[in-house]
């Protein structure tokens, strides 16, 4: 029987763009070899007319994103930070080709990229508790199983990003009708729990905020798409029971939720606390932007002008460790200007106005919930995990709400 290459090109594109997804929340290191794998793959596996489609004429929007900020290299000052920076977010440009450029129906698997992503935090909590108990063996001290000491992989604020997209993808295959994105309640509502319970461990505060609006918002989906108010009740009452519960018997929670509180309550310009330092980071981030408004510094230049301008004010700290705005919407504002937040904007806007079914109107929904707030308390796009895990899904979701593939039925 002569071998199928054609089968076998198609194959190594699917398996190349699952285990991108199980190793997100596991190994950055492994991400970017593999995110080059599947570009190549792509290429091998490439269909006849890339451009032919409406759908691959779509994903130059997010191309777009990246090319905006190679454009501050006309009017930018530092030339190797605007490169160091473009490289950061390679992901934005290769992800989206390698989907132009690929004969694989990506319509037809992203639920098993889905599931993916689920299976992979769910070895990464496995291995994050292991490695916390090995320490608490040998030094008998809680903190093992807090915050940073507890997330092995990847910054507490990033894995509680990923843990809380996947308890949203848990809720997707729960709501949606078709037999496709069957998971067990009893399985679905366990990781659910597992899940909730980990971000609380890992005491981020952007982190447990997501998580309760997104079991708040569906609760309130369930509502309103079901008419099922007891089981929705049932729902939101258990899984916020379970956030009470372990907030109280998490007290390094809520003592950074309180120091929070307090440095909001009680700020005086001084950035001695985690919170002091993004506001007095972000209002002389904001004096920054009045000055240069339209197009920003140059995406190369944020840090400079940043460090410049903390020297002035007489934050050395800050200005020793070159914080940058530790807000992703600041960060764009102060390297591309408001054209540059404009245009971030309308990215992500993309996929409401094409052809998503209520589940999955639900999951990009929550998806933007988790990036926008997420987005309010760190630079994620200027580091390789948020803005591979941005890259990788935005186009997932561009290829999702395609009006035009119509191979797949809807969900």
């Known amino acids: 029987m002569p071998i199928n290459w054609n089968n076998i090109k198609d194959k190594v594109n699917y398996y190349l763009i699952i285990l991108i997804a199980f190793f997100l929340p596991l190994n950055k290191e492994v991400i970017p070899p593999l995110i080059t794998l599947f570009f190549l793959s792509s290429i091998i596996n490439k269909k006849k007319k890339p451009l032919s489609s409406f759908t691959n004429h779509s994903y130059f929007i997010i191309i777009g994103f990246y090319l905006l900020g190679l454009f501050s290299l006309l009017y930018g000052k530092d030339i190797n930070n605007t490169l160091f920076n473009s490289e950061i977010k390679l992901s934005l440009i290769v992800l989206p080709l390698s989907f132009i450029i690929s004969n694989h129906d990506f319509k037809s698997s992203f639920r098993a990229i889905f599931k993916g992503f ?18 608490y063996y040998y030094e008998v001290k809680l903190e093992a199983f807090f915050y940073d000491h507890l997330s092995y992989f990847s910054h507490a604020s990033y894995f509680s ?4 997209f996947a308890i949203a993808l848990l809720y997707y295959f729960w709501f949606s009708p078709s037999k496709k994105d069957y998971i067990n309640p009893i399985i679905n509502f ?4 597992i899940f909730s319970i980990f ?16 079991h708040f918002i569906a609760g309130i989906y369930w509502f309103i798409q079901y008419k099922k108010i007891k089981q929705g009740l049932i729902l939101v009452i258990s899984m916020f029971f379970i956030i009470g519960v372990s907030l109280f018997y998490s007290p390094r929670s809520l003592e950074r939720i309180n120091l929070m509180r307090d440095s909001i309550e009680n700020y005086d310009g001084t950035p001695n606390t985690s919170t002091k330092i993004r506001l007095a980071v972000w209002t002389e981030s904001f004096s920054l932007i009045k000055e240069r408004p339209l197009f920003g510094y140059g995406t190369g230049d944020v840090s400079n002008v940043l460090t410049e301008r903390y020297n002035e004010k007489g934050f050395y700290d800050l200005a020793k460790k070159h914080l940058n705005s530790h807000n992703q919407f600041i960060q764009i504002l102060i390297g591309s200007g408001v054209v540059g937040l404009l245009y971030f904007v309308i990215m992500i806007g993309v996929p409401f106005k094409n052809n998503l079914s209520s589940p ?12 926008i707030l997420n987005f309010m308390t760190e630079s994620m796009l200027e580091t390789q995990s948020g803005v591979i895990f941005f890259s990788f899904f935005i186009t997932i979701f561009y290829t999702i709400s395609n009006p035009k ?7």
Do not use: P
């Not at 299976?119 to 320490?135: M, P, Q, R, V, Y």
């Not at 990003?161 to 809380?164: A, G, S, V």
């Not at 366990?190 to 729990?193: M, P």
């Open 360 to 371: 999955q109107l639900l999951i990009y929904l929550l998806f933007l919930v988790l990036i």
């Open 199 to 214: 971000i609380l461990m890992l005491s981020s505060k952007t982190g447990i905020f997501t998580l309760i609006l997104i």
């Open 190 to 193: 366990s990781l659910s729990t």
């Open 161 to 164: 990003m990923y843990l809380n």
């Open 118 to 135: 689920i299976e992979g935090c769910l070895i990464a909590i496995t291995l994050n508790l292991l490695n916390a108990s090995i320490s």
């Open 405 to 411: 593939e119509t191979k797949i039925s809807k969900v």
